[in-house]
């Protein structure tokens, strides 16, 4: 893929593609997501699915059909190497949480 579309600074977060770039890119190579997906053994779901929620194997379909690496279509779920991106709960959502459960407790 042209890096030019995700193209960035050098001081510059990578810039994912939007979700309709992707779709765009796929279908430019003559194929739909639902078709990648069933040809791939995913559900006929699974790719368009990719685009709004972390679904690795439908990710790594669409990453090799366009042969753009993960990490650029990607770049909040992949790092570099290929490897996934856990995100970790912020503190906020913890006390939040423990606040819901001391109120609903005490009802």
């Given amino acids: 893929m042209a ?3 995700i193209g960035t600074g050098e001081d510059e977060e990578p810039k994912a593609p939007h979700p309709e770039e992707i779709k ?13 997906a069933t040809k791939n053994g995913l559900s ?8 709004i929620r972390p679904q690795p194997e439908a ?9 753009v690496a993960l990490h650029e279509l990607w ?8 490897g996934r991106v ?3 709960r912020d503190e906020n959502n913890h006390e939040r ?11």
Avoid: N, Q, W
């Avoid at 796929?26 to 739909?32: E, L, Q, S, Y």
């Avoid at 770049?75 to 290929?82: A, I, K, L, T, V």
């Fill in 75 to 82: 770049p909040d779920r992949y790092d570099e190497s290929g």
């Fill in 97 to 107: 949480d423990d606040c819901h459960r001391l109120s609903a407790g005490a009802a």
């Fill in 3 to 5: 890096t030019d579309m």
């Fill in 44 to 51: 006929e779901s699974a790719c368009r699915a990719a685009l």
């Fill in 24 to 36: 765009a890119m796929i279908r430019m190579r003559g194929m739909t997501l639902s078709r990648l």
């Fill in 86 to 88: 856990r995100h970790v």
């Fill in 59 to 67: 990710e790594k379909v669409i990453s090799k059909f366009l042969g």
